[in-house]
């Protein structure tokens, strides 16, 4: 994956997110399916591995480099959850969002091509730079579809 394609996900999720400022506050709330999260909680989970990216992986990525492990993905889900519906509103969240995608674009545009190459590890898995961000794309398209399926039901 090259770094254009990168940066064209990043700013087609921006505007992604900046369109769902138009679902209203019950749907943007309600479990999308019966125990499972909602909207709101699916949009700050990925804000919040987004963040923790741009804090603690992403400016320690060098070439052979040992990161400590990600943290229990249940309590950091929990707690994005938990920002979703109690701390921040719709509009707030989503702005969020588009400022950490800037943040990410900015970094993609730093690291050059061979950079995209180096490898790393987090805790126990091995990625190259641009491993990783293949990963978070996949699963930037995975909750992406979950909430498309969502919103055009309604």
Known sequence: MKKEQIIDHHESFKLWLNELKKINDKEWFQPMEESKWSIAANVSHMIKWDQYSLGEILPKVSEGA?????????????????????????????????????????????????????????????????????????????????????????
């Open 66 to 154: 040992q990161l400590s492990p990600f943290p229990d993905f249940q309590r950091f889900n929990g707690e994005a959850a938990e920002y979703a519906h109690d701390v921040v509103n719709k509009e707030a969240l989503i702005e969020e969002g588009i400022k950490t995608r800037e943040s990410i674009i900015a970094y993609v545009n730093s690291v050059s091509d061979d950079d995209l190459q180096h490898s790393f590890s987090v805790g126990d898995q091995s990625f190259t730079l641009e491993e990783f961000f293949e990963d978070f794309i996949g699963h930037d398209k995975h909750h992406q579809e979950q909430i498309e399926e969502v919103v055009s039901a309604e």
